[in-house]
């Protein structure tokens, strides 16, 4: 599995984007995906994470409330929904896909990596 993630970019605090990460092969729908972000000078951290049906869905804290995943296997796609966006959010995001069924916030479970879209939020 090739995945592309994009739709980052420089966004007001309070404000939104939907990052976008494409997945090539007919195995997407065989993975669980997830989005993790690192900024500098910290460790990558799981943000969000979706179950290969998509029935099951998981974010961590800091955003709940602000940020929603989604997928369209027919399309290949995953998504992470943005809103209220704040400084603390700034960071590189990376999509990632695991074989795994469920949602795992671990990042050594992941297989596939994205190759990260900056999200800059401005105070």
């Known amino acids: 599995v090739q995945l592309q993630a994009f739709g980052g970019g420089l966004v007001q605090a309070g404000g939104s984007l939907r990052l976008s990460c494409a997945a090539s092969?007919?195995?997407?729908?065989?993975?669980?995906m997830a989005w993790f972000r690192q900024a500098p000078g910290k460790e990558r951290q799981f943000v969000a994470g979706?179950?290969?049906?998509?029935?099951?869905?998981n974010v961590v804290d800091s955003v709940k409330g602000r940020f929603s995943i989604s997928r369209d296997n027919a399309k290949n796609t995953v998504y992470l929904q943005m809103n209220s966006l704040k400084s603390e959010d700034t960071a590189v995001y990376y999509c990632?896909?695991?074989?795994?069924?469920?949602?795992?916030?671990?990042?050594?479970?992941?297989?596939?990596w994205g190759q990260g879209t900056q999200v800059t939020v401005s105070s």
């Open positions: 092969g007919r195995t997407f729908s065989w993975h669980a």
């Open positions: 979706i179950a290969r049906g998509g029935g099951t869905t």
């Open positions: 990632a896909a695991t074989s795994r069924w469920g949602v795992v916030t671990g990042d050594y479970e992941y297989d596939y």
